[in-house]
């Protein structure tokens, strides 16, 4: 009999934990209060504002795993897991620091030099630096390794042409990690001859443009690079590895609690709004949707464990988020039990605005980070399929 | 779970692979008594797994128990195991005798018979394991509260009928019928954390029948040729195969959070809001996951499980029963979501989100 067996253990939590839950929970609590931040759908791709990711880092609740001596505070990812958690569940405005703190950050530790470690870590935790994400191009989605931005290798560093699409928040980010190709594509070996560099975005050369989504926000880019030179020192890890080390990184990217939450202040919002007056086929809807997201919750923070193992939790990962991102699309949908949704953001209550945002923004939540696709293609060879 | 769990969990996969294989879990559907298996099972002493070592029994912890019960569940293993190891444990807590060999379980969440003048009365239309049981535990109300009573089978009025999975089940009439034994009320047990206990019963099952069907499907698309390749090569298939390992996973891990979560409150019966939450959600998403995998796993394998003789029936036919019994999806998300508005109305809980997480 096939093994598919997949293991989702008990995060080990302490005292420390639910202390920084408190903590976090108090400082959102009070921000909501005081007009600190009005409460966003998919607020971790919508909602940007340097200002509160500043306020986060000031609190030390960036970058918290990282080893002190760059900014972080050398905690478990289960404390970097209850920050993000909360921060989503309140609907915070974090997309400014969010792919720093989550991939960014462990990738230039994992591959940068010491000086770039030294000079760009600290500043990302105290969320006055931001990383946008240069995969995508106008030829390649779901098809990574078959990026044709370029890098020619010059005296001292190199030489990079080509476009990067849907990179979500560059206006706002000092840096982009780029993937470009640094040799000729060999069709036997797709993955080889990919690397990946930090590359400032003041660089000259570089011209980034908005894009406006579906849903009226200019929350995603598109950026030019012509000829831009690049120092050997923003090279990411060595010549050539790029694939494993993206493949690193998307482990990171698709398991977090992101993953299930993007819906979740919508759902709050709408409970509590009907919490009074709840008729026996609502209440079945709300149930549904909470018992959802507690599995998956457990799922998730199974991967988290594992992650904290030490171990490469890449199909489990992909399952979380194939069922994640599936049933937060599907929360937007089964609210409508609570009352139509007629009016464009603006134009109805604050409540139908939220609703109607988060339909509007629920269409990337399987796209982003790996289509569902392509994720149900890394779960079946996990299970032998492929 | 420690060291000595392990080695009770392994033993019981070498009785049951040894024991138990897909005829005679067809042999038994059909009415013939496991004879063999029957006493293996008992021989090993698993149904006292929750019993304390002072009683004679395991000691076993409750994640030890409840990883046996998915195990059965993953065998479509055809004996009461499950539901003697519940009563069994009710009889510890009520601190009465065990019995013998099989105990059949006289409750399935419906009213409890009531205890009056030592004597039972009342109706129990989904009782399990009778048939086999040398000893009847009955949860009743005595006084208003919960008290267990054990009978001897032969002093109940029984009617056997089989669920959908061919699995026995009884109705059981009680009519002043006079108990063997019957405990004092019982602080520590409510009935509702009773029928939530029971529920995550039948969840850990269904979620270990779950895992036994992806295994089947993967299985079998990985062996099965056609158009010159195995179904596995087929996109849409993997697809497929995808989503219901996904569903399976959900249900098992919403059963282990659920255990982990019991264990550590020690009361297992305990009326507890953060139980109930758990409880609750175990048994939703696995009777949620059961019609969509079974569902699946069936297409994926063509006529082929649509046959009585190949196994895949055995688990989806027991998922769909499992599925209604202690609670369906529908039940489960209706008392969750009366939950979340009463919480919420009365202020007693303050955010929606203090459901998902602690």
């Not at chain 2, 049951?16 to 006493?39: H, I, T």
């Not at chain 2, 939950?339 to 997480?357: E, N």
Request: charge should be negative.
């Amino acid at each position: 009999m096939a093994s598919i067996g997949f293991d989702f253990p008990a995060p080990q939590a302490d005292a420390s934990v639910d202390e920084l839950r408190r903590e976090v929970r108090s400082f959102l609590d009070e921000e909501a209060r005081q007009g600190g931040f009005v409460p966003l759908a998919d607020c971790w791709c919508a909602g940007i504002d340097p200002g509160f990711s500043r306020k986060l880092g000031a609190r030390g609740w960036i970058g918290v795993t990282w080893p002190r001596r760059y900014g972080g505070r050398e905690l478990s990812a289960l404390h970097r897991y209850v920050i993000t958690e909360e921060l989503l569940a309140a609907g915070a405005p974090v997309h400014a620091h969010w792919i720093a703190d989550r991939q960014s950050g462990p990738l230039i530790l994992a591959t940068a030099s010491e000086a770039v470690k030294n000079t760009v870590l600290p500043e990302i935790a105290a969320g006055r630096c931001f990383v946008a994400l240069g995969f995508s191009e106008p030829g390649a989605g779901s098809d990574l390794a078959s990026v044709r931005t370029r890098a020619q290798r010059v005296a001292g560093g190199w030489t990079l042409s080509g476009t990067k699409l849907w990179s979500s928040g560059a206006q706002s980010c000092q840096y982009m990690t780029v993937l470009a190709r640094t040799s000729e594509r060999d069709p036997q070996q797709r993955h080889a001859g990919l690397t990946q560099f930090l590359v400032p975005l003041d660089s000259v050369g570089v011209s980034v443009s908005g894009i406006r989504d579906m849903s009226g926000v200019e929350h995603f880019n598109e950026t030019h690079f012509e000829d831009v030179f690049v120092p050997d020192e923003l090279v990411l890890g060595a010549v050539g590895d790029g694939w494993q080390q993206i493949t690193n990184e998307l482990a990171l990217e698709r398991s977090g609690p992101e993953r299930f939450l993007s819906s979740f202040i919508v759902l709050e919002k709408v409970l509590q709004a009907h919490a009074g007056s709840m008729s026996p086929q609502q209440a079945r809807v709300a149930g549904g949707i909470i018992a959802r997201l507690r599995g998956l919750r457990a799922m998730s923070l199974g991967v988290a464990a594992l992650l904290g193992q030490g171990r490469s939790p890449d199909v489990e990962a992909a399952l979380v988020k194939d069922l994640g991102t599936r049933f937060e699309q599907d929360i937007c949908e089964r609210l409508r039990e609570f009352g139509p949704l007629r009016m464009q953001q603006g134009d109805g209550d604050a409540l139908q605005d939220l609703q109607v945002d988060s339909m509007l923004r629920a269409p990337s939540f399987t796209l982003r980070g790996g289509t569902n696709e392509i994720l149900k293609g890394i779960i079946a060879r996990g299970m032998g399929l492929r | 779970m420690d060291e000595t769990d392990r080695i009770v969990l392994d033993t019981a996969e070498r009785l049951f692979s040894e024991c138990c294989d897909a005829e005679l879990v067809n042999r038994a559907g059909d009415g013939e008594v496991p004879g063999a298996l029957m006493k293996a099972v008992l021989e090993s002493g698993l149904p006292l797994a929750w019993v304390a070592e002072e009683a004679g029994g395991v000691g076993g912890s409750l994640a030890l128990g409840f990883n046996l019960i998915r195990q059965t569940g993953g065998f479509a293993l055809p004996v009461p195991l499950a539901e003697t190891l519940v009563a069994n444990l009710l009889l510890g807590q009520a601190g009465l005798a065990l019995g013998e060999g099989w105990t059949g379980l006289a409750y399935d969440g419906g009213s409890l018979p009531v205890a009056a003048d030592g004597r039972v009365s009342g109706v129990v239309e989904g009782a399990c394991g009778v048939v086999e049981a040398e000893l009847l535990v009955v949860p009743v109300l005595r006084d208003g509260a919960v008290a267990i009573a054990g009978f001897e089978p032969e002093a109940v009025t029984a009617r056997h009928y089989r669920n959908p999975a061919g699995e026995a089940r009884t109705k059981l009439v009680f009519d002043e019928a006079v108990p063997l034994c019957l405990s004092a009320p019982l602080t520590a047990m409510s009935e509702s954390g009773l029928y939530q206990f029971c529920a995550l019963v039948r969840a850990a099952q269904i979620a270990g029948a779950l895992d036994k069907i992806v295994a089947l499907t993967v299985g079998y698309v990985k062996e099965r040729q056609q158009f010159g390749r195995p179904l596995a090569k087929f996109q849409a298939i993997q697809h497929k195969v995808a989503e219901i390992a996904g569903e399976a996973a959900l249900s098992g891990a919403s059963v282990e959070q659920a255990v982990r979560l019991l264990s550590a409150h020690g009361q297992p019966f305990a009326d507890d809001p953060a139980l109930f939450r758990a409880l609750a959600t175990a048994k939703l998403l696995a009777s949620e996951a059961a019609g969509p995998v079974a569902r699946e796993a069936h297409q994926a394998h063509g006529a082929m499980g649509f046959s009585f003789e190949y196994p895949l029936q055995q688990y989806s036919r027991r998922v769909w029963s499992w599925r209604e019994e202690f609670g369906s999806e529908f039940y489960w998300s209706s008392q969750l979501g009366m939950a979340v508005a009463c919480g919420i109305s009365s202020g007693a809980t303050a955010k929606v989100w203090d459901f998902v997480s602690p």
